[in-house]
């Protein structure tokens, strides 16, 4: 055994973290090393029994029954063909502005936000039915890429969010709340992606032109209800979901539940129901999940080691003497987990930073949910921002050779929306009731 200073095993774990994550190992093994290493030349073999209590409480919380759910539902709304049907009606009644593709992109990923909330899967379905259009109507392609990109993106904060489900165990937060509390900032920022689109497709009139009217000549009432039918089944869908959360009839975990079964009843109408498809989603689903599951259980296993060493508390004593206050504290921990994002997995970011700065949260007073949904919009940076940007690969990773698309046009596509989401933070942060309005409207809260 051997004594270390709170100071020193700080510098250790966390040093640990920022140089092994170069190493090319995933996150959840890095953070499992560390609080296994760290805590047995500290405690011993006693330090077995202090992260098996933590993970067994995590891993058996009621709240995070709804993880899968919600990827499952996300899933089978995949292969629903519920997106294709969308983009070929909102390409009929806004193709005829420049920029509306890509405007209809970001409608997309905006209702795909609140029925999926899985980013690959949104991106994916994107990238299917919204890119190859763009580009073969002469649409830049930085700008075509970069709406598919940051519209897919919009699933990690609109609910239902996986982001959001994982943070409120580990923040004490109630998910309902959160998932509330994200709905208007979510709505925000995609009318600001759309108002970004419209002016500079105006300006530049060259790099979004409009769709042929012999392409979009359809009757009026046809169109309606082509919309309806394509709107309607979906919206009841999410309204079934967050309206029972909403009026305080079920938590989330029961919502999911009948989320996810709904979303089968909404394949089967759509003729799209197969055993191989209930085969890819709950196969997806065991995948995703069990990524996530690996992660936290390393991740509490981390951060009950540093807790116990007194990590937490040199934290919370540097970020409490920022100059500034409580807004120069904040600004640190925004500025923090935006180049975490950079290098960092989001789920490792939540995992491990949310139950070190939660407290300092408090300590300056700070809505919780309020803080939750400002860092949970700050992580949405992450998936734009190279060297590890998901967003950007999964994008990337979808462009046929044909299209002649680089890494670079995608870069140059979603940086402008890297700067409307901090536009977007500093909205929520001078008017914080965008956040805390509806959760505080909640029945049963």
């Known amino acids: 055994m051997i004594e270390l200073s709170p100071q020193i095993a700080t510098v250790i774990m966390l040093g640990g973290i920022l140089v092994l994550v170069f190493s090319g190992y995933p996150l959840g093994l890095i953070t499992g090393f560390l609080a296994l290493t760290v805590g047995f030349s500290i405690w011993g073999f006693g330090v077995a029994d202090l992260i098996y209590q933590r993970i067994y409480g995590y891993i058996t919380g009621y709240t995070l029954l709804a ?6 539902m996300g899933t089978m709304l995949q292969y629903s063909g519920i997106s294709e049907r969308l983009y070929d ?4 009644w806004l193709g005829g502005f420049r920029g509306g593709l890509a405007v209809v992109t970001v409608l997309l990923g905006t209702i795909l936000a609140a029925c999926v909330g899985v980013i690959a899967a949104s991106i994916t379905m994107l990238s299917i039915v919204a890119l190859p259009s763009m580009l073969s109507r002469g649409y830049s392609k930085s700008l075509a890429t970069g709406a598919v ?3 897919g993106i919009l699933g990690i904060l609109i609910p239902p969010s996986i982001m959001l489900i994982l943070y409120g165990p580990m923040a004490g937060v109630s998910v309902g709340k959160l998932f509330f509390g994200a709905m208007f900032p979510g709505l925000i920022l995609s009318a600001l992606y759309i108002m970004y689109i419209s002016i500079r497709s105006f300006i530049q ?9 012999e392409e979009r000549r359809m009757p009026f009432m046809t169109l309606t209800i082509k919309l309806l039918v394509a709107l309607v089944p979906t919206g009841i869908l999410v309204l079934s979901v967050l309206g029972v959360i909403y009026l305080g009839i079920a938590p989330p975990s029961e919502a999911a539940g009948a989320g996810a079964f709904a979303s089968i009843l909404l ?3 759509y003729r799209r129901f197969s055993f191989a498809v209930l085969k890819k989603a709950a196969t997806e689903t ?3 999940s069990g990524y996530i599951a690996l992660l936290l259980t390393m991740a509490v296993a981390f951060v009950s080691v540093f807790i116990g060493v007194g990590g937490k508390d040199v934290v919370m004593q540097m970020l409490l003497a920022v100059p500034g206050g409580r807004w120069g504290t904040f600004a640190v921990v925004m500025i923090i987990v935006f180049f975490l994002g950079m290098f960092i997995d ?6 491990l930073m949310v139950p070190i700065i939660t407290p300092v949260a408090a300590a300056l007073g700070f809505d919780p949910v309020w803080f939750g949904i400002m860092v949970c919009a700050n992580l949405q940076m992450a998936f734009m921002t190279p060297p590890v940007a998901s967003g950007i690969f999964i994008t990337k990773g979808m462009c046929k050779p044909e299209w002649e698309i680089t890494m670079g046009d995608i870069i140059r596509g979603v940086y402008p929306f890297v700067g409307l989401v901090i536009v977007g933070l500093v909205l929520f942060t001078f008017f914080p009731q965008i956040v805390t309005w509806l959760p505080s409207q909640m029945i049963g809260r």
């Open 67 to 72: 993880l899968p759910l919600f990827v499952f």
């Open 89 to 92: 009606v909102l390409y009929v």
């Open 149 to 151: 990109t940051a519209g």
């Open 205 to 213: 009139k060259d790099i979004a032109p409009p769709v042929p009217v």
């Open 267 to 269: 394949v089967i109408a």
């Open 286 to 288: 065991l995948r995703t």
């Open 346 to 351: 989001w789920i490792g970011i939540i995992l």
